[in-house]
């Protein structure tokens, strides 16, 4: 079996996050591999663990600047076997479909020889949050799609998944290959162990160029994209902020600023 | 006057407030035509619509098969027709639809938007992103758009004229799709506006102890609904459905009230946008405090009661 994980390097959320030009910020320094795929690569590395040794090999996948290396590495830290960045300047600024293309096409070339069963992803990205990745991407490779799956078992050739939706709590199932994407409730992810760390030192990570994926720089990128930041500002801090200390009329004092503000 | 689709939220025939100010949003923008997925709707959603200044409900009946996003997906395609800006709430499931209509059509589409509006010919919308302490203004270069919009960032607002809306069905034929669902077991509706409309919410975390007596009693109070951290939701003191935060509901309601919550990044991303925010903490070095327009240094188990006392007091007056 073959999965491959997609990593993603965001702003590290301790950090002031910012926009430069209409783009996320992103530097080395105050960068990371996204939260929320910790857990993506939590549960490729449960499936591994599942079955007999040699019999699965997870590969990272990540795209972006040289930066983003940090986010494979991450992975590789992790435990995952393999580590793919697609790395051509041409990708800056693609938006969601952009994304979606490129990385479908890192997967069909990682599945040149063994093909590809399951690709996991993070249920969102924690600097932009809009969770279209998966789906786009499950489009983009005519996998069946198993999104926000708070649960997932592999078994017979088949994923399923628990995915919990306000109105009920479904249970899908597909045929591989699959895409799944998995939320925060699926598992707790590992702690990296100073033995992977230091051999994710040395671990090769294969760079990829459009070229490569064989995608015209054109189609993606940010004069691709369907949409254009065309202002982005610091919003102002809240002003009149008020802290009181309760010395026996911090009630008092709450009601009288929910009363005073009308929102009683 | 361009058609703008709406894609209605309902519970049964309950159409939720959401899709309301997103048909009010629609007005500005052109023409609203309501999508219904589901069994056809009754007269009096129907006729809610209509107030709102639905021209049409286009109706696609598509079964417990609409719950895999593809099915769901070429059902809302069928019947957005031509219409160039399709507006849906911004909820992880529409977030799933909305993306597949815009692979299909070549729209662009900007999702957790606060607002949207015409400048030359292209939708551009506001939002706010980085858990609410940045604006962002998007255009839609494509000429398709599609809009999720967050609950409560529009007003609510009747149309002053309108018609009956026509109730128009949909035929579409169902696409093969590799998802099989195995099994649906319905949640039981919450009393009250759900988390993410509600425009009041307490939370309640880890400073709780478990105990949600004080914060459900707050919540009944201002009726609002009732939240929690993801430290609470994890001891399970509380249902997983009242998380706030990134990865739980987005929520910006006029008054967010956190009561022993610490104010996480992860939490704050997740509430930073609500109108006024109030915290209840002991530790006057908690982050909630940064962002807090008023708060109260003290235990929650002694300022909480005298609040409510004062807050029964004002309304009986
Ligand atoms: C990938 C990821 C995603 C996450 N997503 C979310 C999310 O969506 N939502 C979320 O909430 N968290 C999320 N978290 C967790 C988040 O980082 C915090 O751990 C969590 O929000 C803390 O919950 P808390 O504020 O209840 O607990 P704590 O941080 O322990 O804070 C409890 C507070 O209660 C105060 N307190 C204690 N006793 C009292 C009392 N008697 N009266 C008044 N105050 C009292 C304390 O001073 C303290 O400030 C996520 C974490 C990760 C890693």
Redesign the pocket.
Known sequence: MRIVVTVKFVPDLQSTRSFTEGTVTRTADDGTMN??D??AVEAALQIKESLPEGECEVFALTMGGADATAAVRKALQLGVDHAVHVNDDAVAGSDVFGTATVLAAAVAKIGEETPVDLVITGMAA?DGLTSMLPTALAHKLGFAQLTLASALTVADDAATIERHLPDAHDTVSAKLPALVSVT?EANKPRYPNFKLIMAARSKPIATYSLADLGIDPASVGALAARTTVVDASPRPPRENRVTVTDKGEGGVALADFLIERGLV | MSTVAVLVEHRGETVAQPTLEALTLARTLGTPVAIWLGDAPAADAVSLLGEYGAEEVRVVSLGEAGRVPSVAAAGVTAAVGDAPVLIVVSTFVNKEIATLFALETGAGMVVDAAGAEWVGGRIETMQTVFAATWNVRTRINAERAVVGVRPNTTMAVAAEAHGAASVVPVAVETPEVRETIMSVEPQAVPDGAPLSEAAVVVS??????GDYTLVRELADLLGGAVG?????TDEGWIGHEH??????TTVTPALYVA?????????R??MQASGTIVA????PE?P?FEIADFGVV????D?LPQAMARIREHKGA
């Open positions: 939260e929320l910790e857990n924690l925060d | 309640g975390g880890r400073g709780t102890g929690a951290s993801r430290d609470a998380m706030v935060g990134q990865t739980g009561c022993g919550i610490s104010g996480a990044v992860h939490h991303g997740g209840v903490n002991i530790d908690a909630i003290g235990d929650l188990g300022v």
